[in-house]
């Protein structure tokens, strides 16, 4: 089969998830195209693998009068290529495919795979839907990469739609000794103390990933772990019964109350400082608003420290250093950096929305989008008690060891492929 992958500007997990699959499918011995912008290329090296060509087309993030050259390239990209299936990645890059396809003599089949919901306020929201309703009604195929995207297009009226998921790349295993290593590294550099325990998240500093709800969790906390004595009155529990947040309304898994850390009801003990990082790329004017809002918190050493790390390619080592791995973000299909974090074994605490929830099961704590007091409470329980850090770390590398890897998911994609390649030919 000739299969091509458009994309638009990525740099992270649509282009990671795409490079993948443009690999695999090639050393399967399909001719592959790779067709998106020349910096998702500089990022991802789609040009650089084996048995994969690369077009650039330069799709912006907006949608304009501009669009319709775009179309015009991309179709005589489409046509030089003879594909035989075109699959598009996301909502603009599938507008721009679905025009294109649309006027080529030899239609291949289209198929949209969407990550993310269309998010867009007023008019940019009234758009976004007609994308929507295009795209469910003339895709062959929608694949949604959570369960409440599938639903989504079905219920607008897409004839064929199917969970697909976007499997995280293989985890480097970081022997301790260089996790630890990475500890005191972060602590000289960031002037704190390697014993901390180190709270991470990874991903943009963008909207979506709602860091302002952590810089809230941070003003509940003192440096030393424990809760503001205002929210230690009002904060929730962790309990067997899997309930935990301000209303019931969170997902834990084991008993632990925070003045115990070791595992002893009524134990005390000196509790070691608290540090988050955030490690990604950031959107400037989002970065200097959380940034403001933490440094609004005050500056006394009652509040725990927050550093944002920047754009990383050692993710395997910070998810190896860190005791907690937190994801604050309203919605997500199927986020990479969790399934990362399953499979290295972290204690995770996450926000429901799309398929977070699915995703982790009973391998980590779910809090309510937006609750900063559950996050709070529950990051103060797991830093008070290591034991359950590690019973939750065990659940999640058992989660992780499920999860299909990129190849497994890449040979799935190919069986859909050939499928709707024999249906048409039927």
């Given at each position: 089969?000739?299969?091509?992958?458009?994309?638009?500007?990525?740099?992270?997990?649509?282009?990671?998830?795409?490079?993948?699959?443009?690999?695999?499918?090639?050393?399967?011995?399909?001719?592959?195209?790779?067709?998106?912008?020349?910096?998702?290329?500089?990022?991802?090296?789609?040009?650089?693998?084996?048995?994969?060509?690369?077009?650039?087309?330069?799709?912006?993030?907006?949608?304009?009068?501009?669009?319709?050259?775009?179309?015009?390239?991309?179709?005589?990209?489409?046509?030089?290529?003879?594909?035989?299936?075109?699959?598009?990645?996301?909502?603009?890059?599938?507008?721009?495919?679905?025009?294109?396809?649309?006027?080529?003599?030899?239609?291949?089949?289209?198929?949209?795979?969407?990550?993310?919901?269309?998010?867009?306020?007023?008019?940019?929201?009234?758009?976004?839907?007609?994308?929507?309703?295009?795209?469910?009604?003339?895709?062959?195929?929608?694949?949604?990469?959570?369960?409440?995207?599938v639903e989504r297009a079905r219920s607008l009226g897409a004839?064929?739609?199917?969970?697909?998921?976007?499997?995280?790349?293989?985890?480097?295993?970081?022997?301790?000794?260089?996790?630890?290593?990475?500890?005191?590294?972060?602590?000289?550099?960031?002037?704190?103390?390697?014993?901390?325990?180190?709270?991470?998240?990874?991903?943009?500093?963008?909207?979506?990933?709602?860091?302002?709800?952590?810089?809230?969790?941070?003003?509940?906390?003192?440096?030393?772990?424990?809760?503001?004595?205002?929210?230690?009155?009002?904060?929730?529990?962790?309990?067997?019964?899997?309930?935990?947040?301000?209303?019931?309304?969170?997902?834990?898994?084991?008993?632990?109350?925070?003045?115990?850390?070791?595992?002893?009801?009524?134990?005390?003990?000196?509790?070691?400082?608290?540090?988050?990082?955030?490690?990604?790329?950031?959107?400037?004017?989002?970065?200097?608003?959380?940034?403001?809002?933490?440094?609004?918190?005050?500056?006394?050493?009652?509040?725990?420290?927050?550093?944002?790390?920047?754009?990383?390619?050692?993710?395997?080592?910070?998810?190896?250093?860190?005791?907690?791995?937190?994801?604050?973000?309203?919605?997500?299909?199927?986020?990479?950096?969790?399934?990362?974090?399953?499979?290295?074994?972290?204690?995770?605490?996450?926000?429901?929305?799309?398929?977070?929830?699915?995703?982790?099961?009973?391998?980590g704590v779910l809090i309510d989008s937006d609750d900063d007091?559950?996050?709070?409470?529950?990051?103060?329980?797991?830093?008070?008690?290591?034991?359950?850090?590690?019973?939750?770390?065990?659940?999640?590398?058992?989660?992780?060891?499920?999860?299909?890897?990129?190849?497994?998911?890449?040979?799935?994609?190919?069986?859909?492929?050939?499928?709707?390649?024999?249906?048409?030919?039927?």
């Amino acid at each position: 089969m000739r299969i091509v992958y458009v994309i638009g500007t990525s740099t992270g997990g649509v282009g990671t998830h795409v490079r993948a699959l443009a690999r695999d499918v090639a050393a399967a011995g399909h001719e592959v195209g790779v067709i998106g912008p020349r910096a998702t290329d500089e990022h991802f090296g789609f040009s650089h693998l084996p048995g994969v060509r690369f077009a650039a087309l330069e799709m912006g993030t907006g949608i304009g009068p501009r669009d319709a050259a775009l179309v015009i390239r991309l179709r005589a990209l489409l046509d030089s290529f003879g594909a035989d299936i075109v699959h598009a990645h996301g909502f603009r890059a599938g507008l721009v495919t679905f025009l294109a396809t649309r006027s080529l003599p030899d239609r291949p089949l289209f198929i949209v795979s969407l990550h993310n919901q269309a998010g867009g306020q007023g008019l940019r929201g009234r758009v976004e839907s007609g994308i929507e309703i295009l795209l469910a009604k003339g895709a062959d195929l929608t694949l949604g990469a959570s369960a409440d995207l599938v639903e989504r297009a079905r219920s607008l009226g897409a004839s064929g739609a199917r969970f697909a998921p976007a499997a995280a790349p293989q985890v480097r295993r970081i022997p301790p000794e260089a996790a630890r290593r990475t500890r005191e590294e972060l602590a000289v550099e960031y002037d704190f103390d390697p014993d901390a325990v180190i709270v991470l998240s990874v991903g943009r500093v963008a909207p979506q990933k709602n860091y302002p709800m952590l810089v809230r969790a941070l003003g509940r906390l003192t440096a030393r772990h424990g809760l503001t004595p205002v929210d230690e009155a009002a904060g929730a529990e962790v309990n067997a019964a899997g309930t935990a947040g301000t209303a019931g309304t969170a997902r834990a898994h084991l008993t632990t109350s925070a003045d115990d850390t070791d595992g002893t009801a009524g134990a005390r003990h000196e509790r070691p400082e608290l540090v988050f990082l955030v490690a990604g790329a950031a959107d400037d004017a989002v970065l200097e608003e959380v940034r403001a809002q933490h440094r609004d918190l005050g500056t006394t050493s009652a509040v725990p420290e927050l550093h944002f790390l920047g754009p990383r390619d050692d993710v395997a080592e910070l998810l190896a250093a860190a005791d907690v791995y937190v994801l604050t973000s309203v919605w997500e299909a199927r986020a990479l950096v969790l399934q990362e974090a399953l499979i290295a074994g972290k204690a995770i605490v996450a926000t429901r929305g799309g398929g977070t929830e699915e995703l982790i099961g009973d391998a980590g704590v779910l809090i309510d989008s937006d609750d900063d007091l559950a996050l709070a409470t529950v990051v103060t329980k797991l830093a008070a008690d290591p034991a359950l850090r590690t019973e939750l770390g065990s659940r999640a590398a058992a989660a992780g060891a499920r999860l299909p890897d990129e190849t497994e998911v890449a040979e799935v994609l190919l069986g859909v492929y050939s499928e709707l390649k024999s249906a048409q030919v039927g």
